[in-house]
């Protein structure tokens, strides 16, 4: 086996030809066999080999790679990139939330668990029942709920131990299930197609309930009652009003033109100066990598909005990194043998069965051929 390792040459202090320039040199098919392996190393330089790399980089050469006779590469290869040729951005691509949302007793009960903790909750609660709202009981059980844990191989760090162990915690989740229940008794078990109806509808009852929920009992409660569907209605995050300056200030800082928003995620209602904003879906999330010597706003015209139209740019998500593939920029397709090469070489094979079956069986060619 042939082991190909790879050497980086790297300089702040590069010739004045060299700078912004990147010289990738593929020398991996000039090697000499060794007549005894030395540990895992079988191959090494020729000094013809070594003169002939230095000479390529000091002379800072393009060279293609040379093919043999039978069109297979061979020789040195090396190329000369500008340093953005190997940077990219690296942009998050957001779809819009679509959820469905109805009360039911299962979904509501879901919430007796903080999320994190699902699984010991779950345990503890079907072995003791409400016997865990009780005050002491669950220290009680500490050294044996640990043990579970252990056994399995659940890992809490300190912070969750001390939850799940903690009266207030199950209290606080207990009382997220008696306010779903009581949402459910006011707005009833209808799904809804609409979650940003449902939400002005839960929000209606709570005020005229007087009940008191904190946005994370709130959202914790949504969550638990809703769910993605391709077919409901956009899930809204906010309306925002934009004019003047800070329309000026957004149209700067995306580097677009007004009727370019929607592809960032700013959509104008009629011709008013407010734009819906979506809620993202981060399942349905995708990132994408562009050249950096490419447009974000283009690539992702030509690249993403033809297949998924209701896509926007997140564009304060991006990043910009690098990437050096030598098989990107050294490999060469072999082209295919012609059919007439393949077929020929088909029959031949067949002709050399053919002979080896009569031999085998002790029959003669000719009496194969017709058919005795």
């Known amino acids: 086996m042939k082991v190909i390792s790879a050497a980086m ?3 702040n202090n590069k010739s004045t030809k060299r700078q912004g320039k990147v010289q990738l040199i593929d020398g991996s098919l000039l090697f000499k066999k060794l007549r ?3 540990g895992e190393k079988n191959c090494e330089f020729t000094p013809e080999q070594i003169e002939e790399i230095v000479h390529t980089y000091l002379n800072l050469s393009t060279i293609e790679r040379a093919l043999d006779d039978k069109g297979d590469s061979t020789g040195i290869a090396s190329q000369v990139f500008d340093n953005n040729d190997f940077a990219y951005y690296k942009v998050n691509i957001e779809r819009p939330d679509r959820r469905k949302a109805q009360f039911s007793p299962e979904r509501n009960e879901s919430l007796r668990f903080d999320k994190q903790l699902q699984e010991p909750m779950a345990y503890l609660y079907e ?3 409400n016997k865990l ?4 009981f669950l220290k009680e059980q500490q050294k044996s709920t640990l043990e579970w ?10 912070k969750a131990r001390t939850k799940l162990l903690d009266l207030k915690a199950w209290q606080k989740q207990l009382n997220l299930v008696t306010i779903a229940n009581e949402l459910m008794a006011e707005i009833g078990e209808t799904e809804y197609s609409d979650f940003n109806q449902f939400k002005r509808d839960v929000d209606a009852s709570l005020k005229a309930s007087k009940t008191k929920l904190d946005a994370s009992g709130k959202n ?3 969550n638990a009652v809703s769910w993605y569907d391709e077919s409901a209605e956009k899930v809204i995050k906010k309306k925002q009003k934009l004019s003047g300056d800070k329309l000026t200030e957004l149209l700067e800082h995306l580097d677009c033109q007004q009727t370019d928003l929607a592809d960032h995620g700013y959509y104008q209602v009629a011709d008013s100066n407010e734009y819906i904003i979506y809620e993202s879906n981060s399942d349905l999330r995708d990132a994408e990598s562009i050249p950096v010597k490419d447009n974000i706003h283009r690539y992702f015209l030509a690249e993403v909005k033809p297949h998924v139209n209701e896509a926007w740019i997140n564009l304060d998500s991006t990043k910009i990194g690098y990437e050096i593939s030598f098989n990107k920029y050294f490999y060469r397709h072999k082209p295919l043998r012609s059919m007439e090469d393949v077929a020929s070489d088909i029959i031949g094979l067949e002709k050399k069965a053919e002979g080896l079956i009569a031999d085998i ?7 194969i051929e017709v058919g005795v």
């Open 127 to 129: 072995t003791h029942g």
């Open 220 to 222: 914790a409660i949504l």
């Open 36 to 38: 005894k392996n030395l």
């Open 361 to 367: 069986l002790g029959i003669a060619v000719a009496d």
């Open 9 to 11: 040459l790297l300089s």
């Open 133 to 136: 709202y009780e005050a002491g």
């Open 149 to 158: 844990c252990e056994e399995n191989e659940i890992s809490l760090n300190a």
